[in-house]
T-cell receptor
Framework: GDSVTQMEGPVTLSEEAFLTINCTYTATGYPSLFWYVQYPGEGLQLLLK?????DKGSNKGFEATYRKETTSFHLEKGSVQVSDSAVYFCALHNTDKLIFGTGTRLQVFP | DAGVIQSPRHEVTEMGQEVTLRCKPISGHNSLFWYRQTMMRGLELLIYFNNNVPIDDSGMPEDRFSAKMPNASFSTLKIQPSEPRDSAVYFC??????????????FGEGSRLTVL
């Protein structure tokens, strides 16, 4: 079945460091791919998305490119802030379901 | 704009008691999802509704769990009887299905359930 695999956390960075959180997927057909973010004590919220191969989603300085050849959708940010500390979930949507990865906790220290 | 509203935010109950969690989706959204989040299992889809009709309840753990959506603005998730292993954060999410919104879910703040 369809699945999403994320790198395990926590990822610990200093402010202004470069961030990469890896995400790979397995799916039949042509899924849409998403990154959701969960701040402490809150529900998940959509961060960015890409609906077809080679699309780049971007928001709040975060970017991810839909790579069909490597079945990946890695999340990147050039310079993280303390306020980016959260749990990040990669997800895919195929047919009628949204399937989430296990989440990666990011901790950014000043 | 009002988002997805869940209640209660926190519930502490004793094993064997009935628990009812409530959700009001965003007005105009036609799909509603119930998720459970735990440290061990991550985020699990329990059930989802489309136009108030349950479409897939394969994630509901067992018969102790039931969910209803009597109208477009209200849903409940009931656990009867509750057990300590049901302790988790339960999220409700809604969406307006259909491109280009497919896969874009709006989550409530969650209901944290502790069963003693």
């Amino acid at each position: 079945g369809d699945s999403v695999t994320q790198m395990e956390g926590p990822v610990t960075l200093s402010e202004e460091a470069f961030l990469t959180i890896n995400c790979t997927y397995t799916a039949t057909g042509y899924p849409s791919l998403f990154w959701y973010v969960q701040y402490p004590g809150e529900g998940l919220q959509l961060l960015l998305k890409a609906t077809k191969a080679d699309d780049k989603g971007s928001n709040k300085g975060f970017e991810a490119t839909y790579r069909k050849e490597t079945t990946s959708f890695h999340l990147e940010k050039g310079s993280v802030q303390v306020s980016d500390s959260a749990v990040y979930f990669c997800a895919l949507h195929n047919t009628d379901k949204l399937i989430f990865g296990t989440g990666t906790r990011l901790q950014v220290f000043p | 704009d009002a988002g997805v509203i869940q209640s209660p935010r926190h519930e502490v109950t004793e094993m064997g008691q009935e628990v009812t969690l409530r959700c009001k989706p965003i007005s105009g959204h036609n799909s509603l999802f119930w998720y459970r989040q735990t440290m061990m299992r991550g985020l699990e889809l329990l059930i989802y509704f489309n136009n108030n009709v349950p479409i897939d309840d394969s994630g509901m753990p067992e018969d102790r769990f039931s969910a209803k959506m009597p109208n477009a603005s209200f849903s409940t998730l009931k656990i009867q009887p509750s057990e300590p292993r049901d302790s988790a954060v339960y999220f409700c999410a809604s969406s307006s299905q259909g491109a280009p919104n497919t896969g874009e879910l709006f989550f409530g703040e969650g209901s944290r359930l502790t069963v003693l």
